[in-house]
């Protein structure tokens, strides 16, 4: 399993902290994608805070291209359709 992503340095130091047993990938960010839900009566509204760096097909190791399965997300526009 692995993590391809963009961040700032802060979080860049972080991630192996809480994922130790993932493979990671992150290129470095001015700012890290963070957003925020709020429920009420049901209903979500999700509040985009800051924007990361959009992620570019050479962010994708060369090793990982051809896996089998692949989960994008969480926000769209953070990657361009030929990934």
Same mark, same amino acid.
């Given at each position: 399993? *692995?993590?391809?992503?963009?961040?700032?340095?802060? +979080?860049?130091?972080?991630?192996?902290? $809480? +994922? #130790?047993?993932?493979? +990671?990938?992150?290129? #470095? @960010?001015?700012?890290? =994608?963070? &957003?925020?839900? $709020? $429920?009420?009566? /049901? &209903?979500?509204?999700?509040?985009?805070?800051?924007? *990361?760096?959009?992620?570019?097909?050479?962010?994708?190791?060369?090793?990982?291209?051809?896996? #089998?399965?692949?989960?994008? /997300?969480?926000?769209?526009? @953070?990657?361009?359709? =030929?990934?």
């Amino acid at each position: 399993m *692995g993590v391809v992503t963009c961040a700032d340095a802060d +979080l860049i130091a972080q991630i192996p902290t $809480y +994922l #130790p047993d993932i493979a +990671l990938h992150v290129r #470095p @960010s001015a700012q890290t =994608t963070t &957003f925020a839900n $709020y $429920y009420h009566e /049901g &209903f979500r509204t999700q509040y985009l805070h800051a924007r *990361g760096e959009p992620l570019q097909s050479s962010d994708v190791p060369e090793a990982w291209q051809h896996t #089998p399965i692949v989960l994008l /997300g969480p926000w769209r526009r @953070s990657w361009p359709p =030929t990934l």
